[in-house]
């Protein structure tokens, strides 16, 4: 079965440093997605990144990176310069196949409480 | 402007009367989805539609129905809701972009009580 665990309910970094929010999933599926997303205290969920499982290269969003490592089943966010616009919750999701082979069942981490301190 | 929205945004209702959660999206994308967030346990996919008339069940569709008539329209129906449906629902859509690349747009949440 599918599986996304993020391990730090709750993480910290000042203000112009670089954070890494740790995500590892567990799937036999050769095709899988992953993706971040951040929701802020007002509520909103708003899409960051995503990371295809056949993709050579890290995906890049402005100061997001998604550090995929494959072998190790990991796919861990970065976010660099941090801002204090950044404080909130951050999940983690994989995307996998259903029966008819389209992938888009989804299923996500538990989130990471990110608070950036000035 | 690109969107999904959602209504109500807001919904207290009694157990067993029926109610719709409306989704409509603008970027004519193929998937939608719906999803409901709880205290301790995430995001959990209640329903997907991969294009008109194709809809597949999530992690739990179970007091839920969709369907996906129009390529915009989304709707969540609870038939019978019940006191463990309080939750704060999102309605989501997917664009493909090149290659293998998505990107997700949500709807600003729904949230329901069912007492």
């Known amino acids: 079965a599918q599986k996304i665990t993020q391990t730090q309910p709750g993480m910290f970094v000042q203000e112009k440093e670089a954070v890494t929010l740790d995500c590892t999933y567990d799937t036999s599926d050769p095709s899988y997605g992953l993706f971040w997303y951040k929701q802020p205290s007002s509520g909103e969920m708003i899409f960051l990144i995503y990371?295809?499982?056949?993709?050579?290269q890290n995906a890049t969003e402005g100061r997001y990176s998604l550090n995929f490592q494959k072998a190790r089943k990991s796919a861990n966010l970065v976010i660099s310069a941090s801002q204090l616009g950044d404080s909130a919750m951050y999940f983690c999701?994989?995307?996998?196949?259903?029966?008819?082979?389209?992938?888009?069942?989804?299923?996500f981490g538990k989130g990471t409480l990110l608070t950036v301190n000035p | 402007e690109a969107q999904v929205t959602q209504n109500p945004r807001y919904l207290i209702t009694v157990t067993g009367k029926k109610l719709t959660v409306t989704c409509s999206q603008n970027m004519n994308h193929e998937y939608m989805s719906w999803y409901r967030q709880d205290p301790g346990l995430g995001l959990r996919q209640i329903y997907y539609?991969?294009?008109?008339?194709?809809?597949d069940k999530g992690d739990v569709p179970e007091g839920y129905k969709v369907s996906r008539k129009e390529k915009r329209n989304f709707p969540l129906i609870l038939e019978s809701p019940s006191p463990n449906q309080t939750s704060l629902y999102f309605c989501?859509?997917?664009?493909?972009?090149?290659?293998?690349?998505?990107?997700?747009?949500f709807g600003p949440g729904t949230r329901l009580t069912v007492t």
């Open positions: 999701a994989m995307s996998f196949p259903n029966s008819g082979g389209s992938n888009y069942k989804l299923t």
């Open positions: 989501a859509s997917i664009k493909r972009t090149s290659g293998s690349s998505y990107e997700q747009y």
């Open positions: 990371q295809g499982s056949y993709d050579q």
């Open positions: 539609s991969m294009n008109v008339e194709v809809t």
